[in-house]
């Protein structure tokens, strides 16, 4: 009956207004739309299409990055040390989906925006219908790459697919291409928009001429590594169709297309930060202060507007604003032990002499002495600093008795060492008020917190304000070491001199490393590109992951181990007061990382496999 009515008052309110003067066609039958916005003023609105774009931008992927605190800690650099509900990260071993991503529901808007711009953007000029094509033809290169190098080939797709209703849906499916296929692909796309970003080329959040280059040094060192390392396999790993597996023959190819990108973007603009005369402060500031001129491409986050958690996450225990979390990434022994001393020494630390003695030291930071400046911009060490305070790491003290030392932990943090051996040792701690415990939550379980990446600002750590430091995308620390890389897969004497420029920013001497080895190589990119998103991919295009991450109990790299800092308690001697430290496996971590060959490439989900009958599945699924 209301559905009657309703007609009835529609057909009343027509006739009326063709019988009336009143009701004319612009105040009636034509007006705009308060609610909907119409293709034509989507697509000819600039302010509109930089919000569209901004939605695009957001959706970039990612897999441990972007201030992801859980994804950072399955990896050899760190351990969980937060909730315990998040336990299962220090139990973890790589499944056949992890890192799978096949997101055509992004491809497909991107498409679809290309398509519209066309069709609809009447009112835009030249210039302007160029920059926001180029722009989402970058965005969709940068998805390709994401998905091609999770996955190996995937179906490219550059217009949308639409139905027709005809009961045959085999025009919709198209197969995998060739993984070299894909990354030709990204270049070929990248090559055609670079000279179409000239209004974006101060942004360093919007796509521009410098990061498209940054995406082809990436994307261009990934198929060149992947063509030269998967064959050294003793079976590579292959498709027949060449969805997985790319002919060595093409890895010189690509080493020089990466070279040529990344020598473009280092005599560019762009510098390596060096502003604080402190090195490893300068390396904490160069990705939390948004100042200097490295980050070549990033997402921005603003105060109040789009702020993220990671220092709210991960401040160290004591610093904590808000009392609610802290201390959820533990990094671990064994990257800080990749970390080399500034004298060219490995980086191994020596918490015992040649004898299997305990060596003490007078201050907690002595063992840390002369070492990479990075580790102090990576990582929270006992006896350092962090916003103008002194960490308090210990995780107990050493009693000499009968001949060796007794370790003692406190039950409690920051408890003091009166409480139990009585007012002459007034003023000292028994246990840090930051840990480190082997078996804890909300505190550091391997003696180190993280530093890179938590800000430092006021209020950083709180869930009211939060942080709004950047993510880099793209920086030319990176940049650095894929021409470095590539030159020296190249045999090019250049390769070197990039390395050697990296080390000398963070305290080394000037050519410091006189022999290059792609061993070194790999330890630099580990240490200049913590935290970013790297180690991971790295590993797996060197074909090196499944040594690395081996399962074994004993390795120090599929084991995450601890250093703990012990006070010596031994009236009487010349050691007493000092520090000695311990080795220690955290109790929180129990089993080794386990990468196996299944794990080069994702799985593809059996969805997509049953949607489209035309997918090759990846090898070992």
Not at 431 to 455: E, H, L, M, W
Request: glycine share 6%; hydrophobic share 35%; aromatic share 12%.
């Amino acid at each position: 009956m209301r559905l009657l009515l309703k007609k009835i008052y529609v057909v009343i309110a027509m006739a009326s207004c063709l019988g009336m003067s009143s009701c004319n066609h612009d105040d009636w039958f034509d007006r705009e739309s308060k609610s909907l916005i119409t293709d034509g003023q989507l697509w000819n609105d600039p302010k509109l299409l930089n919000s569209l774009l901004a939605n695009y931008y957001n959706r970039l992927p990612q897999l441990h990055g972007v201030f992801n605190t859980g994804g950072m800690t399955e990896l050899d650099d760190a351990m969980w040390s937060g909730h315990r509900d998040g336990n299962w990260r220090n139990d973890f071993q790589f499944g056949d989906d992890y890192g799978r991503y096949w997101d055509y529901g992004l491809i497909r808007d991107i498409n679809l925006s290309l398509e519209n711009i066309d069709e609809f953007s009447t009112e835009l000029t030249d210039i302007q219908k160029r920059q926001y094509r180029a722009e989402l033809r970058f965005i969709r290169a940068f998805v390709y790459f994401e998905m091609v190098k999770r996955m190996g080939g995937v179906p490219i797709v550059t217009t949308q697919l639409i139905y027709d209703f005809s009961g045959d849906p085999t025009p919709l499916q198209i197969p995998r291409a060739k993984e070299h296929e894909v990354y030709d692909f990204i270049y070929q796309e990248l090559e055609a928009i670079q000279g179409d970003l000239e209004e974006n080329k101060a942004s360093k959040t919007r796509a521009n001429r410098y990061t498209i280059l940054a995406l082809q040094s990436r994307a261009m060192l990934y198929a060149a590594s992947l063509a030269k390392y998967n064959n050294q396999l003793a079976s590579p790993i292959t498709t027949p169709g060449g969805e997985v597996g790319i002919p060595a023959s093409m890895s010189t190819d690509y080493y020089r297309k990466s070279l040529a990108a990344s020598k473009e973007i280092i005599n560019g603009p762009f510098q390596l930060y060096n502003e604080n005369a402190d090195k490893g402060a300068n390396f904490y500031d160069m990705l939390n202060k948004k100042t200097g001129s490295e980050v070549i491409f990033a997402k921005d986050f603003v105060t109040s507007l789009k702020v993220h958690r990671f220092a709210y996450d991960n401040i160290v225990k004591s610093l904590t604003e808000d009392n609610e979390s802290s201390s959820t990434i533990s990094p671990s022994l064994s990257f800080v032990e990749s970390f080399d001393y500034l004298d060219g020494a490995k980086g191994t630390l020596r918490d015992r002499d040649e004898s299997g003695n305990y060596i003490p030291y007078a201050n907690l930071t002595d063992i840390f002495a002369n070492k990479d400046a990075r580790l102090y911009g990576t990582v929270i060490y006992p006896g350092s600093t962090f916003k103008g305070r002194t960490v308090s790491v210990q995780a107990g003290v050493a009693l000499w008795d009968n001949g060796s030392y007794q370790f003692n932990v406190a039950p409690q943090l920051g408890q003091q060492l009166e409480d139990e051996l009585g007012e002459e040792y007034a003023g000292g701690l028994w246990t840090g008020f930051d840990g480190p415990q082997i078996d804890a939550q909300d505190v550091s379980n391997t003696g180190f917190y993280i530093r890179k990446f938590v800000s430092d600002a006021p209020a950083a750590s709180t869930r009211g304000t939060s942080a709004a430091n950047w993510w880099p995308w793209f920086r030319l620390g990176e940049i650095y070491l894929n021409a470095a890389e590539a030159a020296f897969e190249l045999e090019q004497a250049d390769a070197r001199g990039y390395i050697n420029t990296l080390r000398e920013r963070a305290g080394f001497p000037a050519n410091s490393i006189a022999t290059l080895t792609m061993d070194i190589i790999r330890n630099e990119r580990r240490v200049e590109l913590a935290f970013e998103d790297h180690r991971f991919f790295d590993l797996k295009r060197w074909r090196i992951a499944h040594l690395v991450w081996d399962g074994s109990e004993t390795d120090p790299n599929a084991v995450v181990n601890g250093l703990y800092p012990y006070r010596v308690i031994r009236p009487g001697h010349a050691d007493n007061g000092k520090y000695i430290y311990q080795r220690v496996r955290p109790n929180r971590f129990r089993r080794a990382r386990f990468f196996r060959l299944a794990n080069y490439y994702s799985s593809i989900d059996q969805t997509v496999l049953n949607n489209n009958p035309k997918i090759v599945r990846n090898p070992f699924q």
